[in-house]
């Protein structure tokens, strides 16, 4: 019964030089991966702690505060909330890590300026250099790419 199959897997689909997903992430973004998956599990105690009405010191990009439902509570929570989702499916290979990896990018690479200028047009007339920047337009420029091999990428 076995010799009548056809295989449907030819060198044309799996090529035998494809890079596994996990290969293609350098330990640097391993590492950061890591790091805000754990992080994201304290989002859930973040939250109650808001429904409670108790202060949770919460800062991301630049952003401060010590109330988690106020605007920037939530704003860093769901931002936590992302990155834990992305580093999930970052560090399992999935399909969709990639697309949300890049928004997360994105996003932080929005943020920080934001945050870096808005002393300057204010009238607090301040100025903080965001380090974040460092990690995030590399992390940003890998996973841009390494995304056509990614989304291409089928496990045999």
Not at 62 to 82: D, Y
Not at 131 to 140: D, F, H, N, R, S
Request: aromatic letters at 10%; proline letters at 6%; one cysteine or more.
């Amino acid at each position: 019964m076995q010799e009548n199959q056809i295989d449907l897997l030819t060198h044309e689909l799996a090529p035998e030089n494809a890079l596994p997903r996990k290969k293609m992430l350098p330990l640097w973004i391993k590492i950061f991966a890591w790091i805000f998956l754990i992080f994201s599990l304290f989002v859930p105690i973040v939250l109650v702690l808001g429904v409670s009405e108790h202060d949770a010191k919460l800062a991301l990009y630049g952003l401060e505060t010590n109330k988690p439902f106020s605007l920037t509570g939530i704003i860093i929570t769901a931002i936590f909330a992302i990155k834990g989702i992305t580093a999930f499916g970052l560090l399992k290979e999935k399909d969709w890590a990639i697309k949300i990896g890049i928004v997360d990018a994105i996003i932080g690479i929005t943020i920080c300026p934001l945050v870096m200028f808005s002393p300057v047009i204010g009238s607090t007339g301040g100025f903080s250099i965001r380090l974040e920047l460092i990690a995030l337009v590399p992390y940003l420029l890998k996973l841009l790419k390494i995304k056509p091999q990614w989304e291409s990428f089928m496990y045999v």
